[in-house]
């Protein structure tokens, strides 16, 4: 059973602290996403992965980076956390291909106070 | 440029009987393919159905099935004998063949299905 798995479900930190959010899959995809989900606006991606090393931004990559080092692993990282970027923030994996399904994460419901 | 519009925020739908959310898409690519998840309330999307743009027919998985119309642009989901399980929200996903290894999701359609 293929499986993607994130750091947290719930997280809650402070303005201005750094926040890492880690995706793990298990299916040896070459791509890697993060998105975040709020009410009204849907899936958003902000960045996006295609090989280890390798990243291209999303539509909403502001106040966000990401890391790739291994095939496994796909970080989040909060430079600077703001009010703004409480949300949930939803992990995925694909082949290669243009006609495959994501793979989803639980999801990890960040609040920033 | 890429788009996806679900214009319903919400639907009902009594248990047992069929129901049809509806999506549209823009796209200038002759190749794509059109998904559907389901997100229960505990957050995990769940892929249901794929539907290629080259496929003459239209897909179905089980309870699932799509209506696609390519000159119209649009893949509405039906699910038949619906099931209080099936209460969700739904999103609809489109990814072009060529250019970005990207998705594109649709804001979602909250059904509720009524006992």
């Known amino acids: 059973d293929v499986k993607v798995t994130q750091s947290s479900r719930y997280l809650v930190k402070r303005t201005g602290e750094k926040v890492f959010l880690e995706c793990v899959q298990d299916m040896d995809h070459e791509n890697m996403f993060w998105y975040r989900q709020d009410p009204g606006l849907g899936l958003r991606l902000i960045y996006f992965?295609?090989?280890?090393?390798?990243?291209e931004k999303g539509d909403i990559p502001e106040g966000y980076s990401v890391s790739r080092e291994k095939k496994e692993r796909f970080s989040l990282i909060l430079e600077s956390a703001s009010t703004n970027q409480t949300s949930m923030y939803l992990c995925?994996?694909?082949?290669?291909?243009?006609?495959?399904?994501?793979?989803f994460g639980p999801g990890t419901r960040l609040t920033v106070l | 440029a890429q788009k996806i519009t679900q214009t319903q925020p919400g639907m009902f739908v009594q248990e047992k009987e069929a129901v049809t959310l509806d999506c549209t898409y823009d796209t200038s690519d002759q190749s794509y393919g059109l998904f559907w998840y389901k997100q229960p309330s505990s957050g995990e999307m769940i892929f249901l159905i794929y539907q290629g743009s080259y496929d003459e027919q239209n897909a179905t998985e089980g309870r699932y099935s799509l209506n696609f119309q390519k000159a119209r642009k649009s893949t509405n989901l039906v699910i038949s004998a619906s099931q209080l399980g099936d209460s969700a929200m739904y999103f609809c996903?489109?990814?072009?063949?060529?250019?970005?290894?990207?998705?594109?999701f649709g804001t979602g359609t909250r059904l509720k299905v009524l006992a």
């Open positions: 996903a489109m990814r072009e063949a060529s250019g970005t290894y990207k998705y594109i």
């Open positions: 995925a994996g694909g082949r290669d291909r243009a006609f495959n399904e994501q793979f």
């Open positions: 992965s295609y090989d280890v090393k390798m990243k």
